[in-house]
C-alpha cells in the first residue's frame, strides 16, 4: 500500500483586498485598454465632457506671509487686456478669457485638451487686506497678486503668562 506524503506548504501572508486593491487592479485594466478608449464611459455616462467653464479654470497657489497675501495663478494664452480682478471684502475673483485662435485646424482631433473660453475663479482669504495697496503683476502666464495686509491682521505672538 502506497502512502501519500505529504510536500510541505509555504505559509500564506496573503492579506484580503481592500477598495484600493479593487482601484488599482481597475486602473491597471484600463490602462492596458488604453485611454483613447474612454474606459469611464459605459461607466458615468457624461464624465469627461467638460464645458468650457470647468476645462479653462486656472491652478493657483496662495501663500500666507506674514505681512502679506500672494495669490498666483497660472493663465498661459490668455492675454493681458482679457484678464479682469476684483476684491470684495475677503473674496478675491479673477475673471479671464482664452480666445479661440484665428486659424482654423483642417483634419479630425484624435485629441484635444487645450481649453479656449472664459472662466471665473473666486477664492476666499485667510485675513483681511488693505485693497488700496493691492498690486498684481502679470508675465509669462503667470498671474501674481500681491494683497497687503491691514494692521489689524497681522499675525503677532501671544506671551503665555
Do not use: N
Not at 35 to 46: A, V
Not at 117 to 134: C, H, K, Q, Y
Request: aromatic fraction near 6%; glycine fraction near 6%.
Amino acid at each position: 500500500m502506497k502512502t501519500k506524503t505529504k510536500m510541505p506548504t509555504e505559509t500564506s501572508t496573503q492579506r484580503a483586498p481592500t477598495l484600493f486593491d479593487e482601484m488599482d487592479r481597475a486602473f491597471e485594466q484600463m490602462m492596458r485598454q488604453g485611454w483613447l478608449q474612454r474606459p469611464f464611459t459605459g461607466l458615468w455616462p457624461g464624465w469627461g465632457t467638460e464645458t468650457k467653464a470647468t476645462a479653462v479654470v486656472p491652478r493657483m497657489d496662495v501663500i500666507d506671509r506674514d505681512d502679506e497675501i500672494l495669490v498666483r495663478a497660472e493663465v498661459p494664452g490668455v492675454a493681458r487686456k482679457d484678464l479682469e480682478i476684483e476684491l470684495s471684502g475677503r473674496l478675491l475673483t479673477i475673471r479671464g478669457e482664452r480666445a479661440h485662435e484665428a486659424r482654423e485646424e483642417h483634419g479630425t482631433y484624435c485629441h484635444t485638451e487645450i481649453a479656449r473660453g472664459s472662466f471665473t475663479r473666486s477664492i476666499r482669504l485667510p485675513d483681511e487686506v488693505a485693497t488700496e495697496r493691492v498690486e498684481a503683476t502679470f508675465e509669462d502666464g503667470v498671474l501674481e497678486v500681491h494683497l497687503p495686509k491691514t494692521e489689524r491682521a497681522e499675525r503677532r505672538r501671544v506671551e503665555l503668562k
